[in-house]
């Protein structure tokens, strides 16, 4: 077991040093030190407490209601345009793919094929399990 966990942590750490983790950490940071974009998140988090507050009451006022959806999907949409923001999605896209690939490979092996050759990338068209055993699919 220790041999399988030491392997991990160096897995760990190889991923830190590939640029798709590198540029994940780069567009976190640029979010985080995004002022206008963390006073608009700020905003989204007041309207879906208020709005949860609101839909809690034994009769929920609809103009309310509609009000913050409202709100919520025009600050929404701000964010998402946000170039840092953009950035932010595009690279965790790419670390996203990155691990679902990994976890691929992983899950493929448990199942009894080749590390070294399998690819998971195979098996996403017709695949016809249940996915309960699978992490390739996307």
């Known amino acids: 077991m220790a041999d399988v966990v030491k392997l991990a942590r ?31 998140i700020g905003k989204l988090n007041l309207i879906q407490l208020n709005y949860n507050q609101e839909m809690q009451k ?19 949409t701000q964010v998402m345009a946000n170039k840092n923001m953009q950035n932010y999605e595009n690279a965790r896209h790419a670390i996203d793919d990155m691990m679902n690939y990994l976890i691929g490979i992983l ?4 199942n009894g094929e080749d590390p070294a050759t399998c690819e998971p990338h195979q098996h996403d068209e017709g695949c016809s399990c249940d996915c309960s055993s699978c992490g390739g699919c996307h």
């Open 107 to 110: 899950s493929l092996s448990v």
């Open 58 to 76: 034994e009769t929920p006022d609809k103009d309310k209601v509609s009000g913050f959806d409202k709100e919520f999907r025009e600050i929404y």
């Open 10 to 40: 160096e897995l760990g750490a190889a991923i830190q040093q590939d640029e798709r983790y590198k540029a994940f950490e780069d567009a976190r940071k640029a979010n985080e030190a995004d002022d206008a974009l963390n006073d608009l």
